[in-house]
Structures are given as structure tokens and as C-alpha cells.
């Protein structure tokens, strides 16, 4: 499979950045992080299947995992030329980043894994999230999601990006949604991530009530010489919430390598 990639930029020959964004979210999700660090990167904003607008034929595939989708990224970036690239991923493109470490190591230069987790939720609860698209819609997620998304209080301030963030989740494909949803049931990479030796920062949001930075913190334990860095006053998106601290950890973390 194929998957839609946005060019952030028009920097040729310098390293490739690749940002994959959560369940239901688009391009706004990490646009202020990319705009920071346009100046050392070609970037690319890579969509789950479904979720670009309006939505292409050739992207209604319902049938996939997430072994799938890293496998599809791998593929659509050598259509741009692109052989090796840095994978910034929230949520489940945190777990796509984490299988491409594990199955497409050669080209992967570096891994930041932000909200993410090595299995997410359970048969039971992904069968409840299925059933609630299925009869209402993606916007039924609203109020529960809004609160798992972001701190208290950000969506009070005047910052476009959690209203953004929240209409594209609103209006996203529920197929798609649903196709995601079902890929990630199967997800599970518990036990797996010793294998991983790409160089990797684990991103946290402080007030994340999933992916926890104690959670976050056991993923760092198990990558060895991975990092750990927590985003004060965010939660499970803090790329939307503190753009500017996340892209500089993001930059130091880069010029590392």
C-alpha cells in the first residue's frame, strides 16, 4: 500500500524528516513543529490511510496492519527518492515508527516516538471504539477524546491548533478511522523492543492518562541508549500543545546523531 505524503518544504539534499501523526488527526497536528526546523530538513508529513482530504480512491483500503503501514511509508518515500530518513511519530505513528525500527532498520537514521506505547488498549476496548464510529460517527469522540488529547485549560487558550487538531478528528473518514482502529487491535510489540538499535527518543506528555511518561519511561528502559524526555503542561499530543519545546527537542536529539 501507499501512503499520502505532504513535501513541508522545498530543501533538496538536506536529511529527510518524516513526521506520522495520531488516530483522526491531519497535518496541523505537527505543522508548527515542522515550520521550526525547515531550515536543516526536507520534510514530509506522512497521512494514515484515509485521512488525507478530501479522501483519494486509490487510499479507501480497509484491510491492513501496521506492519502495513510502515511498509507502505518505506514505499512511498523511495517514490520521492527518499532512501533514509528520521520518523517522528505520535500514537499510533509511534508505533509505526517503532515497527520500522524492528523491520526496516536500514533506513531508519533516527526514531522519535512520541504518546506512543508497544500495545494500545485491548480487544475489548478497541471493540467499544469500533461500535461507537460505527453508530455515531467519529465526532461521538469529541468530548472523551479532547480530554485524553490535551491539558487542562488548552483549549481555553486562543491557539488555532487544538480546535484544528479537533475538526479534523470530527470530520475524518469513519472507515478509515475504523480500519486503523482494527489494525491496532492487532498491534503488539510487547517483548519485542530490545531488538530495536536505532537511536531513539521516547517523547512524553506530563499529563498524558495513557501513554504516561512512567509508561513512556519503561519503552526507554527497553531500547537500550534510548532517551526520555517529558513535555511539561501536555498531554497526549504535546506537539500541539508546546510546539516550540518539542521541536527543540527534537533538533538536539537530531544533531546527536
Known amino acids: 500500500m501507499r501512503i499520502a505524503l505532504h513535501a513541508f518544504n522545498d530543501n533538496p539534499g538536506s536529511p529527510a524528516l518524516v513526521f506520522g501523526g495520531a488516530l483522526g488527526t491531519r ?3 505537527w505543522a508548527a513543529v515542522a515550520s521550526r526546523l525547515v531550515d536543516d530538513h526536507q520534510i514530509y508529513l506522512a497521512d494514515l490511510p484515509g485521512h488525507t482530504y478530501p479522501v483519494p480512491e486509490s487510499e479507501l483500503a480497509t484491510d491492513f496492519t501496521i506492519s502495513d503501514l510502515a511498509s507502505g511509508l518505506v514505499e512511498s518515500l523511495e517514490d520521492r527518492g527518499v532512501e533514509s530518513f528520521t520518523y517522528c511519530g505520535a500514537s499510533i505513528s509511534g508505533g509505526i515508527g517503532l515497527t520500522l525500527a524492528l523491520e526496516h532498520p536500514h533506513k531508519l ?3 522519535v516516538a512520541c504518546s506512543t506505547a ?3 488498549g485491548t480487544d475489548v476496548s478497541w471493540a467499544e471504539r469500533i461500535t461507537e464510529v460505527e453508530n455515531d460517527g467519529t465526532q461521538s469522540l469529541l468530548p472523551d477524546t479532547a480530554d485524553r488529547w490535551f491539558a487542562a485549560g488548552f483549549l ?3 491557539i488555532a491548533t487544538g480546535p484544528l487538531v479537533l475538526t479534523d478528528l470530527a470530520t475524518v473518514d469513519d472507515a478509515a478511522y475504523i480500519a486503523c482502529c482494527r489494525a491496532l487491535a492487532l ?3 510487547e517483548g519485542k523492543l530490545g531488538g530495536i538499535t536505532t537511536p531513539t527518543l521516547f517523547m512524553a506528555g506530563t499529563q498524558d492518562p495513557g501513554c504516561t ?3 513512556m519511561g519503561q519503552l526507554r528502559d527497553a531500547v537500550e541508549g534510548s532517551e526520555l524526555a517529558v513535555i511539561p503542561d501536555s498531554a497526549h499530543l ?3 500543545e508546546h510546539p516550540e519545546f518539542v521541536a527543540d527537542r527534537i533538533h538536539s536529539f537530531i544533531a546527536g546523531l
Open 187 to 189: 498491534y503488539d510489540l
Open 118 to 120: 508497544a500495545k494500545f
Open 156 to 158: 481555553e487558550e486562543d
Open 27 to 29: 497535518i496541523p497536528l
Open 213 to 215: 511518561p512512567e509508561t
Open 238 to 240: 504535546p506537539m500541539a
Open 109 to 111: 537514521t533516527g526514531l
